[in-house]
C-alpha cells in the first residue's frame, strides 16, 4: 500500500539556519510527490512538485527513488517560512494524494 | 483567481444532529475532495468525486456520506454527527494536477 511518513512533527529550527524537512514513501509505481504548506491563518496551498524541479521561496526539493525520499530543504530559514508542511503522494490517474501526517516548522529569530 | 468557498469557518452541533457542510469552487474543475485534518494524522480523505453524481470512498467514509448535483459543488453529509467527528473539514478541486483547497470548516460536536 502507497505510504507517506513524516518523521518529525515539530522542527524548529533559529533564523538564518538550514532546515530539512524529511518525507519518505513507498510506491510500486512510478512516484509523483508534492510539498503543500499551510500557513497561520491561511488556506493549505501548493509549495513545489518534484516534476517541475523549481524552487519556490528559497525551498527545494529533490526526488530520490533509491532512497524513496523526498526531502525539503532550504538553507536559510526565515521567521515567514514557520507553517504546516506535508508531504503528498499521487496514487491514481484521478489526481487522489497521500497526505504525510505533517511537519509544524517554528523559526525562531 | 483561483476560488474555493466552504458554507462555514465554524460550526458547532449536537451529538445526533445531521450536519451539511458545502464546498463550492469556480475553476471548472471535474475533481472534488472531502478531507479531515487532525493534529498527528495530517489530512485524510474522505471521499471524492471525480464528476457530477459520481462519487469514491476515501480512506475513512464511514459516517459521512457526499453529494454532487453540479459541477461546482460537493457537499459532505454528517447523518448524525458524532463527537468524534469533531475536527477541520478541507475541500479541494483539481484539474489534472495541482489540488487548491478551501479555508477550511472547523466543526465541532458536543
Redesign the interface.
Known sequence: AQRVT?PE?LLSVFKGAPVELKCNYSYSGSPEL?WYVQYSRQ????LL?HISRESIKGFTADLNKGETSFHLKKPFAQEEDSAMY?CALRIDS????Q????TQVVVTP | DVKVTQSSRYLVKRTGEKVFLECVQDMDHENMFWYRQDPGLGLRLIYFSYDVKMKEKGDIPEGYSVSREKKERFSLILESASTNQTSMYLCASSGQDEQFFGPGTRLTVL
Not at chain 1, 497526505?99 to 505533517?102: K, R, V
Open positions: 513524516q512533527k508534492f488556506r493549505l496551498q501548493l512538485r506535508y484521478w489526481g487522489k494524494l497526505f504525510g501526517a505533517g
